[in-house]
């Protein structure tokens, strides 16, 4: 091993094992190449790779110190729990180099206009970037039309608050769907009504008469990936949807926060079906970068625009991050992290389905197959008590989430279901997780 190496070695592992502690400041380069009997320079280079590993940092005119870090080097989850329940992306995935490059060549391209409000509807540069990016999933838009803010549940709650041009007023969500919305919808005492989706699909003549009939301002679907069934719709349901909304003038939301994390191809959102500009495509990039990143697109139809710009009365999204997500893309890193992201996932949700099948023989759990995505839906017997079944296996190590939650408070057709998400979860954990659920499930006769 060479020198240089030898001392980076060295270095990492008296850091990790507490011989440096986190906020301590490491020997100077001199007393350092004293210690390791080499030149100074082999001691600057092996410092200057530990800086950009993030494991110290340097001070001018003090020297360098070990970066104080707020928790384990670990995946940030309780030793021995198998989690099933957080759909937050995997920080061991984080691309925590890549997106500091893009950080710092942000601050050089732009240092004059990052520290300033910016306009509502985000950063020039960023919008033009997109209409390429989003031309990629079939959504085909202007600048002008794309929209920035913190995340895709801030553009969902401005759009609830919003006159629609049809002067409807209730908004339809599937049932079950996204728990934080529903909340909010019936906190802010918004006119809301549901429809039933399954993992197979949804009934097609009730939409349209609910479409007809209701007084709907707008249908809110999350076309693939749904959470909590995982399941995404044909592409015959997704032309039927566009075609029922520009037919009975109803608006579409189409959440299409998942949009990334499938490796289906040709998969394109109802947005692409639509001839009257009815439908609304809002995207995230937290579960593809960071969740704190905190940034979202919407793709309004042209005579939304004004409309919504008034709702959306404030910048509240970091022009910094903005930038940085610019470059990020641009660079082609987004594209290369989503690949490595995507064969992740797509490993942990073959791993769930072979442990399904191999420990669900007795049929005593029912899931759809999904081959994409982060979530499965595991039906259970009517008899099981979710909130037992959820406890007794949180005792067991195992987090999972009980479909109750996904439901509005007064709707009565529901499915008993838990959730599962795949992101947090170790590869090695998942066929352990699912051997626990079905054999808690069987022990439902000793509850």
């Keep these: 091993m060479k020198k240089y190496a030898a001392i980076l070695s060295d270095m990492e592992q008296k850091i990790r094992q507490g011989k440096f502690a986190p906020g301590q400041k490491l020997p100077s380069v001199r007393d350092a190449a004293g210690h390791y009997r080499c030149s100074v320079s082999t001691v600057t280079r092996a410092y200057a790779e530990l800086e950009r590993r993030h494991a110290i940092y340097a001070i001018p005119q003090s020297g360098y110190y070990v970066v104080d870090k707020p928790m384990d080097e670990g995946d940030g989850q309780e030793n021995g729990v198998i989690d099933f329940a957080s759909a937050l992306p995997d920080i ?208 309004m139809p042209g005579h939304l625009v004004e409309t919504f710009r008034h709702y959306k009365r404030y910048p509240d999204t970091s022009l910094l991050s903005q930038a940085a997500l610019e470059i990020y893309i641009k660079n082609g890193m987004y594209e290369r992290h989503k690949h490595a992201i995507c064969n992740q996932y797509a490993a942990r949700i073959r791993a769930a389905n072979d442990a399904i099948q191999r420990h669900n023989k007795d049929g005593v759990i029912e899931a759809a197959h999904v081959a994409s995505g982060i979530y499965i839906q595991l039906k259970v017997p009517r008899t099981v008590n979710l909130e037992r079944l959820v406890a007794r296996l949180e005792d067991r190590g195992i987090k999972v989430i009980s479909g109750k939650k996904h439901y509005l408070s007064h709707f009565r057709t529901r499915e008993k279901f838990i959730r599962i998400s795949i992101s947090r979860a170790r590869l090695e954990q998942i066929d352990e997780g699912i051997r626990g659920i079905v054999e808690e499930i069987k022990r439902n006769d000793s509850w």
């Design 92 to 299: 061991n995935l984080f691309p925590y180099l890549d997106f500091q490059h893009c950080l710092n060549k942000a601050i050089d391209t732009y240092k004059h206009h990052l520290f300033t409000y910016g306009g509502n509807q985000g950063m020039e540069s960023l919008r033009h970037t997109l209409v390429s990016h989003l031309a990629g999933d079939q959504v085909f838009a202007k600048s002008e039309q794309i929209f920035i803010t913190s995340g895709a549940q801030q553009m969902l709650e401005m759009l609830a608050k919003m006159p629609f041009p049809n002067g409807n007023e209730v908004i339809l969500v599937e049932q079950p769907s996204y728990d934080i919305y529903l909340r909010f919808l019936e906190t802010e005492n918004l006119p809301v009504k549901g429809i039933v989706r399954t993992a197979d699909g949804i009934d097609l003549a009730e939409l349209e008469e609910t479409f007809r009939s209701g007084g709907i301002k707008f249908f809110y679907t999350m076309t693939r990936y749904h959470n909590p069934l995982g399941t995404s719709y044909t592409v015959q349901e997704r032309k039927a949807i566009a075609r029922l909304a520009d037919k009975y003038g109803v608006y579409v939301v189409e959440d299409d926060y998942m949009a990334d994390l499938g490796n289906e191809r040709g998969f394109d959102p109802i947005f692409a079906y639509s001839r009257k500009e009815h439908v609304i495509y809002v995207k995230s990039f937290s579960k593809i970068i960071f969740p704190g990143l905190r940034l979202g697109a919407a793709v």
